[in-house]
């Protein structure tokens, strides 16, 4: 139930280091990125491009609103639109295509 709870409140069951080294992971198994990627960056606004960067860092929710001046919430729904648009189904396959794309390095 902790998890569930942790997980609604934006926050990763990874910690930050262990997020780290999933993500590395994936990378080195498939270093070429889908030749998609770039047009599915298009779709994104400059903000959700912002809050995608942040959680392939493995912030969490709350961590993001305070760096980029905005409610949780607000947070959320970009994380959520992210996922859409995207096409992955949760915030660590959309932290994974952050990297694999190039938007975001580590």
């Not at 729904?77 to 932290?95: W, Y």
Request: hydrophobic share 45%.
């Amino acid at each position: 139930m902790t998890a569930v709870r942790a997980v609604s409140r934006g926050e990763s069951l990874l910690q930050v280091h262990q997020l780290r080294t999933v993500v590395e992971r994936l990378v080195r198994e498939d270093a070429k990125a889908a030749p998609h990627a770039a047009k599915k960056l298009e779709v994104l606004t400059p903000r959700e491009r912002e809050a995608l960067n942040l959680v392939a860092q493995g912030l969490t929710n709350e961590q993001i609103a305070g760096i980029l001046g905005i409610s949780r919430s607000t947070v959320k729904t970009h994380v959520e639109n992210i996922i859409g648009k995207l096409g992955v189904s949760d915030r660590t396959q959309a932290a994974v295509w952050a990297v694999r794309s190039g938007l975001a390095g580590l």
